[in-house]
């Protein structure tokens, strides 16, 4: 805990509460050991992450000046602090009611991801009625009790099996101008990422990457769609490796089940033939193939890539089990979202802002240029409107 504490002094201005900011306060400080954003976690580190972690210590900064307007007195500890709580739950709701959704854009994990944070009663019915019965059912798993559910919480070997989803990533990514929709430039995962993530940040404007990443579809979480780079990384410190093939054998030497034996663990019926398993003649033929046509050998991610979706769904129904499961968990374990959420350690007006504030709100307060593609937009995460 006291490393944690150092990097978080190491991070913070001393000044409001705040945290350091770069020149002209738009981008973070840089770290002159690694030429990387200073964030104090910089692990696999790319112009995406760049993106979300200066726009978030943006709205920290922001929480900061209002908190500030409504207790006059407070100092900088209060002030971060505090700010701390109401950035982190904002981003938790974030995911829980905007990200989900629209990677999962179907009807039933929409009601399931709402009633998950806000409940069945209408936001604004929950202050009147205060949880009623603690049926968190009724009125959402914030401000509910805590519950461990006999274990105490953690991230499963089972989670991070189901949450490999490096095919959302591209080959190539394109940059456009927020003004015009006008390419400006194509790069790929290497171009931006780890030490030469600073350089396209500086060049190109957070607008234009926004705005870029906005207008663009994710890849498909399905099989033959790995990143290329992925399968031949090569990091900062030289190391090279397969990351597909890291996958696997991350799954198998840790002891996680086969993709049949983890769908009878998760109640599901396993499948009883390659033809069952996917709907695409060829992936049969490889799959028996590569298993020795053995359908018991099947490595859970394969799987996992090769299942028909359902309906609306990003990835597969054996994957959401897991997913849905541990999206509740990591809220109802976490006494800052359960017992301790409230007023008292949030503020009146630190639960207020949680509950009206949207990635929209943070997109539109700190990168206004992008106002235009997100008019008619109800969801940050959905396809936003191409200029020009």
Known sequence: SGCVCAVSRSLRSGRGGKLKMGP????????????????????????GLSMLHTLFALEHNHICDELAKVNPGWNDAQLFATAKLINSALLAKIHTVEWTPAILPHPVVKTAMNTNWNGLLDQNLQEIFQFIGDDELLGGIIGSKADHHTAPYSLTEEFVAVYRMHPLIPDEFVVRSSATGQELERRSLPEIAG????AVVERLSMADLFYSFGVSHPGAITLHN?????????????????????????????GVPRYNQFRRLVHKEPVTSFDELTDNPEWRKQIKQVYGNNIE?????????AEPLPEGFGFSDTAFRIFILMASRRLKSDRFFTDDYGARLYTDFGVDY??????????ERHVPEVKPALAGVENAFQPWKKRG
């Open 24 to 47: 002209a306060g738009k981008l973070l400080p840089v770290d002159p050991a690694t030429g990387i954003d200073c964030t104090g976690f910089t692990d696999n580190w790319w112009v």
């Open 195 to 198: 030490r030469e993530t600073r």
């Open 226 to 254: 790995y990143p290329k780079h992925l399968q031949n990384l090569v990091r900062d410190n030289g190391e090279t490796f397969d990351l597909a093939a890291v996958d696997i054998l991350r799954d198998r030497e840790r």
């Open 297 to 305: 050998m099947v490595d859970l991610m394969t799987g996992l890539f």
């Open 354 to 363: 949680i509950r009206k504030t949207t990635m929209l709100t943070l997109l």
